[in-house]
């Protein structure tokens, strides 16, 4: 059996952002891994004011929730006392011992690696993988030291890749300023937004207690679903002059009942008076919105009429929903980490000039593929259909 080949890209990871990604990326195609472990530090000897442990990792879930390849991996965050490099490796050797170890670095790092802990060991553990760096050294210091390890026992390969120099440092200040975030993933800055990290100011006053629930209640891929409906929904707020704390409180509780079980769904909704409606009680696909908008009121604590209207309308809509429903709705099928469906991208593109426009768009999409597949639709689709369409333009 052949081993299995795993790269691993550490480091504080404060936030994790587009450079980190692409490093992984590079060398999980490069080096034909099988998967690459996303490993936030847990206390680093030499950076003892980092963000905890818990907010770092679930940013990484959230930013890699739909990129193939890459594995969130909590080896560090759940151990405690000062961590060290060496002592790591060694325990992902005996977790995966048929495996063979990857460890990604910038050329920087590769200046440094005699500074670590019991370096010559960790040598003999791993090879390095060297991803280019725009940094105070020159080649040739990089050529002799890699040379000089080389000597010691140590691997290294150095990736071919664009240099893509991003500052953690510039990242945490524009997320604490509030400006734009070119190198993040919508779903990190969302959260370190809503959590009030770096000192950014929070405006869900409940976000980071929520975002804590969400991470629980929810699969790692629907909690990154969530992040990005509440960022997209915020914006969306924002270009048609409606209130965005509201839009993205609804895009952050919009799916707080998505991972029930149905039968779970079913008992909530029935022990609460929630529906009636038989096709909606044997669907998640539509109950997880009415219970979702319960839940939101009894165990979120959410108490604004406004937003449980947009929860509980954001699967079929309703003929008279309100703007900030529409946005929310909108959102949901329309943020940037949706798989394409039939008029997505023009759904986007009208979504900035018209919610009415766009919301018709999209549900001729919806309806056009649901019924080709022979499935019926909901009658509430297709009088929120109906009722747009008979709106002034």
């Known amino acids: 059996m052949a081993k299995e080949r795993i790269g ?28 690459v472990l996303m490993l936030p530090s847990g206390n680093p000897p030499h950076k003892p004011d980092v963000t905890p442990g818990e907010d770092r990792y679930r940013m990484v879930c959230a930013a890699c929730a ?61 090879t390095f993988l060297i991803c280019p760096r725009s940094w105070h050294y020159t080649p040739q ?37 509030g400006t734009s975030t070119p190198n993040l993933p919508v779903t990190v800055r969302e959260y370190a937004q809503a959590a009030g990290l770096y000192g950014a100011e929070i405006r869900v006053p409940e976000g980071p207690k929520w975002l804590e629930m969400l991470f629980t209640d929810l699969s790692v891929k629907r909690f990154a679903h969530t992040l990005a409906v509440a960022d997209t929904a915020r914006r969306l707020a924002l270009l048609h002059g409606l209130d965005p704390v ?7 509780l919009h799916d707080c009942a998505k991972c029930l079980p149905l039968a779970e769904m079913q008992r ?18 539509l109950l997880h919105s009415v219970v979702g908008a319960h839940l939101a009121r009894v ?3 959410c108490v604004d009429e406004a937003v449980i209207s947009a929860i509980l309308s954001h699967t079929t809509g309703k003929a008279g929903m309100s703007r900030l429903d529409m946005a929310v709705w909108l959102a949901d099928t329309i943020e940037p980490t949706r798989a394409p469906y039939p008029l997505l991208d023009k ?8 919610l009415e426009k766009a919301m018709i ?18 009658p509430a689709t297709a009088e929120t259909l109906e009722w747009l369409k008979s709106l002034p333009s």
Request: aromatic share 4%.
């Open 361 to 378: 768009t999209s549900l001729e999409g919806t309806l056009q593929h649901v019924r080709k597949k022979g499935d019926a639709v909901h």
């Open 66 to 126: 739909t990129l193939p390849g890459l594995e969130p991996c909590r080896e560090e965050i759940d151990r405690t006392g000062v961590i060290y490099t060496v002592d790591t490796l060694s325990i992902l050797h005996e977790k995966y011992p048929r495996a063979e170890l990857f460890y990604i670095i910038g050329a920087d790092t590769l200046m440094e690696l005699h500074k670590w802990r019991r370096f010559e060991t960790v040598l003999t553990l791993c």
């Open 8 to 35: 691993i890209m550490g480091g504080t990871l404060d936030p994790i952002h587009q450079g980190h990604i692409r490093m992984a990326q590079c060398a999980l195609e490069q080096l034909q891994l099988d998967r």
């Open 299 to 301: 165990k979120y604590g």
């Open 347 to 354: 759904t986007r593109m009208l979504a900035a000039l018209s």
């Open 268 to 285: 909530i909704a029935l022990e609460n008076h929630l529906t009636e409606d038989e096709s909606i009680l044997a669907s998640g696909a």
């Open 141 to 177: 210091q990089l050529t002799e030291e890699r040379k000089r390890l080389t000597a010691l026992g140590g691997r290294f390969i150095l990736l071919d890749m664009d240099v893509l120099d991003v500052s953690s440092t510039e990242v945490r200040q524009a997320i604490r300023e």
């Open 246 to 252: 509201k839009a993205e409180t609804a895009g952050l």
